[in-house]
């Protein structure tokens, strides 16, 4: 991966930024996306913010042998602090972590996000953690992909600003996915019952404490909820 060929997560990512945007690419690691984009033509300005030193530090050198010094800022700070009132960023993009981590990225700095309209996450596990939190900050999902790259399955959820009521089904696969029912999403969900019915006959083997039997019936929910999905039932 460089800065003119994205990894297949990445790309997706990319794919939904928007033109003429200003970017803040959070966990920037490389730069390779905002670097990408201003190779592509895309974007106005970026700011490509890292908390760890030596991704900062590479992240500075692909910007500087880009040439894009002058349109690429890259900052050394923990999540959207490196998002300053002056940038009016209006895109956000936050890729390669868990979700719940993606999660507490947005609830720490939601106060800088006064003027960005579009959030574009790419969760490595755990998507309903930020679904739950765009229902809870008033933005809602416009669109969702999922795809399957060397072995692994990604999600990218893109939100706007906005609100919208979710059924607990929508919180945990996706509102748009279900409707999408690509192969990869029938294997996620696949893949995820036979883990569940694992987890269920692992919990009936254990001392039956109040905690037990509420994970029991959390997990036999989400099977239930899973199953009518993939088996077209609306809730």
Not at 25 to 36: K, T
Request: proline share 2%.
């Amino acid at each position: 991966m460089n800065t003119n060929q994205l990894s297949e997560r990445l790309s997706m990512v990319a794919s939904f930024v928007p033109k003429d945007t200003v970017l803040a690419d959070i966990g920037s690691d490389h730069a390779y996306l905002p670097c990408y984009l201003m190779n592509k033509g895309k974007i106005r300005r970026a700011i490509a913010g890292e908390v760890v030193k030596g991704p900062f530090e590479a992240a500075s050198r692909n910007v500087a042998l880009n040439g894009f010094t002058d349109r690429i800022e890259v900052r050394l700070a923990n999540g959207l602090q490196a998002i300053e009132e002056t940038d009016h960023v209006e895109t956000v993009t936050i890729a390669g972590m868990g979700g719940t981590l993606i999660t507490s990225i947005l609830e720490a700095g939601k106060d800088r996000l006064t003027h960005v309209q579009r959030i574009i996450v790419q969760p490595n596990l755990h998507a309903i953690a930020i679904r739950e939190w765009a229902v809870e900050n008033e933005f809602c999902i416009v669109d969702e992909e999922i795809l399957l790259e060397d072995s692994k399955i990604y999600e990218v959820l893109v939100l706007e600003r906005g609100t919208a009521e979710y059924s607990k089904a929508d919180l945990l696969v996706g509102p748009v996915l279900r409707h999408k029912r690509s192969n990869v999403f029938q294997a996620k969900w696949e893949r995820e019952l036979q883990e569940w019915q694992r987890v269920i006959k692992a919990l009936e083997k254990a001392e039956q404490t109040e905690e037990i039997k509420q994970k029991r019936a959390n997990v036999q929910e989400n099977i239930e909820l899973v199953r009518k999905v993939l088996a077209h039932e609306e809730e």
